[in-house]
């Protein structure tokens, strides 16, 4: 664990910088976040407005001006969180840093990839940030018990998906001998598609069988298709249902707090270090 004495002095620029970027329990620092979240609403419209084609043919100067501002600020705050956290390559591959920088990328690399700034919508994962800023709590610990339910039925579900993939390479190969190339089957990967479309009830109808034999079996492949929606969800549901019941081990109220190191957050209130790096948490 990190020691005491790697927290910057207090009253420096960069535990003052720090206090403002990652500390949502100060006034300065929630009016940054609310600003920021502002931000992201704002440049994430910008680009959904781009990709509509009278809009960019009307505006684009505009558009390009306002994404470009948009990358530079966002550019400037990514830097200035690496500046102020202690260890800056930590912070940079954690979950935030990570996302902090695909905000950014895409603009730069649209100078190379036309349509590349479509990827901006990645932005919209800057937002989780706003269960720090408002202390939503409540959704923090219900979002608990959805990731332990997923956790504990993705062995089931596992399996599940195993015995479906079984049965679509399976009827998509009897599709193919029964069907062939004239009726649209014109490989087994194709009928392996169709099978999961009709499976899965999506029913697109861009293949469809012709002969008595693929109508009957298609048929089959239906009736099954409503046993795949049933499935997963009845065992996500008792998942969820024993995860509601049964509380985490430690109940200690989440914290809004930051780490320093690595920018992660909902650290216990009384916790004194991160307990993801083990840095020792600003007080």
Known sequence: ??????????????????????????????????????????????????????VRASYAPVLVAVEWGFTLLFTVEYGLRLIC????????????GVVDLLAVLPTYLSLLFVGSQYFLVVRVLRLLRIFRILKLAEYLQQADVLRR??????????????????????VGALMYLIEGESSGFTDIPTSMYWAIVTLTTVGYGDIAPQTPLGKMLASLLMLMGYGVIAVPTGIVTIELTRASQTPPSNQTPSSNQSCPTCGATAHDNDAAHCKYCGTRLVG
Request: hydrophobic share 50%; net charge positive; no cysteine.
């Open 1 to 54: 664990m990190a020691s005491a004495d790697q927290r910057p002095p207090s009253g420096t620029w960069r535990q003052q910088l720090y206090d403002i970027i990652f500390r949502a329990d100060t006034p300065a620092g929630r009016a940054f976040d609310v600003v920021l979240i502002i931000a992201i609403l704002t440049s994430i419209l910008t680009v959904m407005l781009d990709s509509i084609a009278w």
């Open 85 to 96: 956290v202690r260890r800056p390559l930590r912070y940079a591959t954690s979950f935030f």
């Open 149 to 170: 339910a997923l956790q504990a039925s993705r062995q089931k579900i596992s399996v599940f998906l195993l015995t479906v993939l079984t049965i679509v390479t399976i």
